[in-house]
T-cell receptor, first 112, second 114 residues
Framework: QKEVEQDPGPLSVPEGAIVSLNCTYSNSAFQYFMWYRQYSRKGPELLMYTYSSGNKEDGRFTAQVDKSSKYISLFIRDSQPSDSATYLC????????????FGKGTRLSVIA | DAEITQSPRHKITETGRQVTLACHQT?????MFWYRQDLGHGLRLIHY???????NKGEVSDGYSVSRSNTEDLPLTLESAASSQTSVYFC?????????????FGEGSWLTVV
């Protein structure tokens, strides 16, 4: 079993839809959870960062962590064509000197 | 503005040749990483460094080497390029002031081995 599982998609939704992106993981030591967005032919950029369980909201984006289920989610409200990208989850057990473990990424297309 | 730059952005090389991809960051980050990204595999860690003269192997280190002689640079060397090393390579860094778990990526280097 891979440490982090993420459905690669592709996921296609109409503009304005609510998007749900998810990752599951097996390592119960993971405490730090991140979502990165990657546009085509660009490097990934940090979108959301959360520590331990709970929710975090930033504009149209909400990151949710359920450590009991080893499940994290990213919700995008009122999706826009500019949200079309690959979204990668990443997580870490330690603060600092522990390399991140990435999911394979989910490719999202928002259709106008 | 501080940034992380990779060069070359695109390169075609022949099997068996030595290739070096450069990575330079101006954030004064201690931590630097090299990943490769392939369809179906996502981002895979090749090598990483937590400071000058420190290097560590990642998940897919065979055929690659790095050295860290200063804080700003972590060049990635392919000792004898193979077709299986055709990929896009991303350098990244992290450090105090930006959140130690939040890493920042360069724009990528597209390498084709023929």
């Amino acid at each position: 079993q891979k440490e982090v599982e993420q459905d690669p998609g592709p996921l296609s939704v109409p503009e304005g839809a609510i998007v749900s992106l998810n990752c599951t993981y097996s390592n119960s030591a993971f405490q730090y959870f991140m979502w990165y967005r990657q546009y085509s032919r660009k490097g990934p950029e940090l979108l959301m960062y959360t520590y331990s369980s709970g929710n975090k909201e930033d504009g149209r984006f909400t990151a949710q962590v359920d450590k009991s289920s080893k499940y994290i989610s990213l919700f995008i409200r009122d999706s826009q064509p500019s949200d079309s990208a690959t979204y990668l989850c990443a997580m870490s057990a330690g603060s600092g000197n522990t390399p991140l473990v990435f999911g394979k990424g989910t490719r999202l297309s928002v259709i106008a | 503005d501080a940034e992380i730059t990779q060069s070359p952005r695109h390169k075609i090389t022949e099997t068996g040749r030595q290739v070096t991809l450069a990575c330079h960051q101006t954030w004064n980050h201690n931590n630097m990483f090299w990943y490769r990204q392939d369809l179906g595999h996502g981002l895979r860690l090749i090598h990483y460094s937590y400071g000058v003269h420190d290097t560590n192997k990642g998940e897919v280190s065979d055929g690659y080497s790095v050295s860290r002689s200063n804080t700003e640079d972590l060049p990635l060397t392919l000792e004898s390029a193979a077709s299986s090393q055709t990929s896009v390579y991303f350098c990244a860094s992290s450090g105090p002031g930006t959140g130690l778990n939040t890493i920042y990526f360069g724009e990528g280097s597209w390498l084709t081995v023929v």
